[in-house]
């Protein structure tokens, strides 16, 4: 089987639409400058995503440029509101027209060094207690279990005292990876649903020639891709959220989707990755499994 790289895309705000790109630079902190923003609930001193602000998701974010900014780590960006109007991450404005959005009041902030772990804390959760809170951002109903096998105990444990590990603004790990096998797989399960790859965010989407259906990338766990010179390590499943209902552009919400995913699929699809050897993706690329 070939395995090709069809799509690389990069999210320069968390929860937000994200961009198309021909190649990548990545590292050990995933794809260059992805995740470099986030949207902070002022109120609870928390940051939050789509899992919380749905509104979130019909925004979509484009870096500006490739130069590091001044507020010191990443790239001022733009962007573009369900109705159009365009904002850039340096004006004023946009911490006013992100609040009337998402109905509280928030603050945009870039990437902070991982010392701040203020800044990335569980300062306050909306539900009272974490698993209370973990349950809700997985949209899990009553009788449906809630895994985190697959997590590795150390981020299970930071994780209940940050949003996000300090010094990113990943859910979990820095890379994801999605095979269009397993889009195929989801949309024979839901033959009326809009099985799009912008719902499930990944920074890699791998094609192969054989028409294969099934979870591709679980056979992966434990092994190697190598594309060209970089390498990376398959980690772990990744676990999905409430985010791949929500509506964004075209895509309608679909509850049909979660339950879908908790019911056949364990909650997972797409894989998480570590960058062992840093360097270059572009799309077409060839990818080997070892």
Known sequence: ??????????????????????????????????????VRDDEARTIRGAKFLGELMQCSARYLSDQVADNGLV???????????????????????????????????????????????INKLETGDIMSEVRKMFALKDDEPLDLS?????????????VVPPGTYFDALPINILTEASMRHLQTLLPDSKIDVRRFRPNILLSDDAGTTGLLEEQWLGKSLQ????????????????????EQEELPRDTSIMRTLVRDLNQCISVYGQIKVDGALHVGQDVRVH
């Open 1 to 38: 089987m070939q395995l090709t790289v069809k799509e690389l895309w990069r999210y320069p705000v968390k929860s937000m639409q994200g961009e198309r790109l021909a190649s990548a630079e990545v590292s050990k902190g995933g794809v260059r400058f992805d995740r470099g923003w986030a």
């Open 75 to 121: 790239p001022h960006a733009r962007i573009t509101f369900p109705n159009g109007m365009e904002i850039n991450t340096d004006d004023i404005r946009i911490h006013a027209e992100l609040s009337e959005l998402v109905g509280r009041h928030v603050t945009l902030w870039p990437l902070r060094p991982a010392s701040d772990e203020d800044h990335y804390r």
């Open 150 to 162: 697959q997590f590795p105990p150390d981020l299970v444990r930071e994780l209940t005292t940050f």
């Open 227 to 246: 594309f060209g010179a970089v390498g990376i390590d398959v980690v772990m499943r990744c676990p999905r959220c409430v985010m791949v209902t929500r």
